[in-house]
Protein backbone atom coordinates (compact mmCIF):
# COMPACT_ATOMS: atom_id res chain seq x y z
CA UNK A 1 0.00 0.00 0.00
CA UNK A 2 1.23 3.47 -0.83
CA UNK A 3 2.21 5.77 1.66
CA UNK A 4 1.10 8.51 -0.36
CA UNK A 5 -0.54 11.89 1.52
CA UNK A 6 -1.38 15.12 -0.58
CA UNK A 7 0.97 17.70 0.08
CA UNK A 8 3.62 15.00 1.15
CA UNK A 9 7.48 15.73 -0.45
CA UNK A 10 8.69 11.68 0.45
CA UNK A 11 6.12 9.06 -0.92
CA UNK A 12 7.04 5.54 -0.84
CA UNK A 13 5.92 3.76 -3.77
CA UNK A 14 4.23 0.56 -4.14
CA UNK A 15 6.00 -2.20 -6.43
CA UNK A 16 3.29 -1.50 -8.71
CA UNK A 17 4.08 2.33 -8.62
CA UNK A 18 7.47 2.01 -8.74
CA UNK A 19 7.19 -0.54 -11.85
CA UNK A 20 5.04 1.94 -14.10
CA UNK A 21 7.45 4.94 -12.68
CA UNK A 22 10.20 3.18 -14.30
CA UNK A 23 7.75 2.55 -17.31
CA UNK A 24 7.11 6.48 -17.77
CA UNK A 25 10.66 6.92 -17.65
CA UNK A 26 11.50 4.42 -20.31
CA UNK A 27 9.02 5.59 -22.51
CA UNK A 28 10.76 8.92 -22.27
CA UNK A 29 14.04 7.92 -23.05
CA UNK A 30 12.73 5.59 -26.13
CA UNK A 31 10.73 9.13 -27.22
CA UNK A 32 13.80 11.52 -26.02
CA UNK A 33 16.79 9.69 -28.54
CA UNK A 34 14.00 10.03 -30.98
CA UNK A 35 13.45 13.72 -30.68
CA UNK A 36 17.22 14.15 -30.50
CA UNK A 37 17.74 13.06 -33.94
CA UNK A 38 14.51 14.76 -35.21
CA UNK A 39 15.97 18.05 -34.02
CA UNK A 40 19.28 17.95 -35.60
CA UNK A 41 21.38 16.56 -32.77
CA UNK A 42 24.15 13.69 -33.74
CA UNK A 43 26.43 10.74 -32.42
CA UNK A 44 23.61 10.29 -29.43
CA UNK A 45 24.64 7.85 -27.01
CA UNK A 46 22.16 5.96 -24.07
CA UNK A 47 24.21 6.62 -21.11
CA UNK A 48 22.47 4.21 -19.31
CA UNK A 49 23.02 1.45 -21.53
CA UNK A 50 27.26 2.34 -20.89
CA UNK A 51 26.83 2.72 -16.94
CA UNK A 52 23.64 1.51 -14.71
CA UNK A 53 21.93 4.93 -13.99
CA UNK A 54 24.31 7.32 -15.08
CA UNK A 55 24.73 9.87 -12.33
CA UNK A 56 23.00 12.87 -14.11
CA UNK A 57 22.62 12.34 -17.74
CA UNK A 58 20.68 9.63 -19.52
CA UNK A 59 21.71 10.77 -23.28
CA UNK A 60 25.40 12.48 -24.90
CA UNK A 61 24.27 14.06 -28.03
CA UNK A 62 26.13 16.55 -30.51
CA UNK A 63 24.50 19.50 -32.01
CA UNK A 64 26.91 22.33 -33.59
CA UNK A 65 29.86 21.28 -32.56
CA UNK A 66 28.64 21.83 -29.11
CA UNK A 67 28.92 18.05 -26.76
CA UNK A 68 25.93 17.45 -24.12
CA UNK A 69 25.36 15.53 -21.22
CA UNK A 70 21.08 15.74 -21.14
CA UNK A 71 19.01 14.51 -18.31
CA UNK A 72 15.47 13.33 -19.25
CA UNK A 73 12.47 14.03 -17.04
CA UNK A 74 9.43 12.31 -18.40
CA UNK A 75 6.23 13.20 -16.31
CA UNK A 76 2.27 13.41 -16.66
CA UNK A 77 1.01 16.46 -17.70
CA UNK A 78 -1.31 16.89 -14.93
CA UNK A 79 -1.24 15.65 -11.62
CA UNK A 80 -4.59 13.25 -9.79
CA UNK A 81 -6.48 16.67 -9.22
CA UNK A 82 -6.72 17.90 -12.25
CA UNK A 83 -3.91 21.06 -12.25
CA UNK A 84 -1.07 21.20 -14.28
CA UNK A 85 2.24 19.57 -13.50
CA UNK A 86 4.41 22.77 -12.65
CA UNK A 87 7.46 21.16 -11.55
CA UNK A 88 9.89 18.35 -12.93
CA UNK A 89 12.29 17.30 -10.13
CA UNK A 90 15.71 17.09 -11.21
CA UNK A 91 16.96 16.35 -7.69
CA UNK A 92 20.59 17.76 -6.90
CA UNK A 93 21.72 18.34 -9.76
CA UNK A 94 25.22 19.99 -8.29
CA UNK A 95 26.02 17.15 -6.90
CA UNK A 96 25.14 14.69 -9.62
CA UNK A 97 27.34 16.94 -11.74
CA UNK A 98 30.23 17.12 -9.49
CA UNK A 99 30.36 13.37 -9.46
CA UNK A 100 30.13 13.57 -13.14
CA UNK A 101 33.33 15.80 -13.15
CA UNK A 102 35.42 14.36 -10.28
CA UNK A 103 35.09 10.63 -11.51
CA UNK A 104 38.22 9.32 -13.43
CA UNK A 105 35.22 6.88 -15.51
CA UNK A 106 33.24 9.83 -16.55
CA UNK A 107 36.66 12.01 -18.02
CA UNK A 108 35.26 12.17 -21.88
CA UNK A 109 31.84 14.03 -20.49
CA UNK A 110 34.05 16.54 -18.62
CA UNK A 111 33.78 19.64 -21.28
CA UNK A 112 29.91 18.75 -21.82
CA UNK A 113 27.28 20.88 -21.67
CA UNK A 114 24.44 20.15 -19.18
CA UNK A 115 20.89 19.96 -20.33
CA UNK A 116 17.56 18.70 -20.16
CA UNK A 117 14.88 17.17 -21.85
CA UNK A 118 11.66 17.21 -20.01
CA UNK A 119 8.65 14.99 -21.69
CA UNK A 120 4.83 16.03 -21.10
CA UNK A 121 2.51 13.01 -21.41
CA UNK A 122 -1.03 13.42 -21.96
CA UNK A 123 -3.74 10.84 -23.13
CA UNK A 124 -2.43 10.31 -27.12
CA UNK A 125 -0.30 13.21 -26.91
CA UNK A 126 2.82 14.89 -25.68
CA UNK A 127 5.00 17.71 -25.82
CA UNK A 128 9.18 17.92 -25.08
CA UNK A 129 11.13 20.88 -24.36
CA UNK A 130 14.53 21.43 -24.05
CA UNK A 131 17.38 23.82 -22.37
CA UNK A 132 20.35 23.90 -20.25
CA UNK A 133 20.72 23.51 -16.67
CA UNK A 134 22.64 26.87 -16.25
CA UNK A 135 19.26 28.59 -17.81
CA UNK A 136 16.95 27.09 -14.90
CA UNK A 137 16.38 29.37 -12.25
CA UNK A 138 15.96 26.43 -9.36
CA UNK A 139 18.34 23.91 -10.91
CA UNK A 140 16.88 21.20 -8.42
CA UNK A 141 13.64 21.42 -10.95
CA UNK A 142 12.69 21.96 -14.23
CA UNK A 143 9.06 24.81 -14.12
CA UNK A 144 6.49 23.54 -16.28
CA UNK A 145 4.09 26.45 -15.73
CA UNK A 146 2.61 28.18 -19.06
CA UNK A 147 5.03 30.77 -18.68
CA UNK A 148 8.28 28.78 -18.25
CA UNK A 149 7.38 26.75 -21.34
CA UNK A 150 7.70 29.68 -22.98
CA UNK A 151 11.14 30.46 -22.64
CA UNK A 152 12.16 26.20 -23.10
CA UNK A 153 13.24 25.00 -27.21
CA UNK A 154 10.21 22.96 -27.71
CA UNK A 155 11.03 19.88 -29.58
CA UNK A 156 7.49 18.38 -29.86
CA UNK A 157 3.91 19.55 -29.40
CA UNK A 158 0.80 17.74 -29.46
CA UNK A 159 2.98 14.67 -30.78
CA UNK A 160 1.12 11.59 -30.88
CA UNK A 161 2.73 8.53 -28.97
CA UNK A 162 1.77 5.23 -29.45
CA UNK A 163 1.45 4.40 -25.62
CA UNK A 164 -1.32 3.18 -23.38
CA UNK A 165 -2.14 5.84 -21.52
CA UNK A 166 -3.57 3.68 -18.42
CA UNK A 167 -0.44 2.33 -17.87
CA UNK A 168 1.36 5.86 -16.61
CA UNK A 169 -1.42 7.28 -15.57
CA UNK A 170 -0.78 8.68 -11.92
CA UNK A 171 -2.75 6.38 -9.49
CA UNK A 172 -2.20 6.10 -5.92
CA UNK A 173 -3.67 3.84 -3.06
CA UNK A 174 -4.57 5.10 -0.45
Keep these: MSKYEPGRRNVKLSKKEAHRFKDLGDMGEFLAELLLGENGFEDIRNLNGDVTNFPFADFYAVKDGVEYIITVKTRNRYENSGKINSRYKLGDTDAKLRKVLSEP????YRKCIPAWMAISMEAKTFDAYWGLISELTNRRGIAMTETARKRYICLAKAHPHP????????????
Design 105 to 108: AFSD
Design 163 to 174: FNYKDFLNVYET
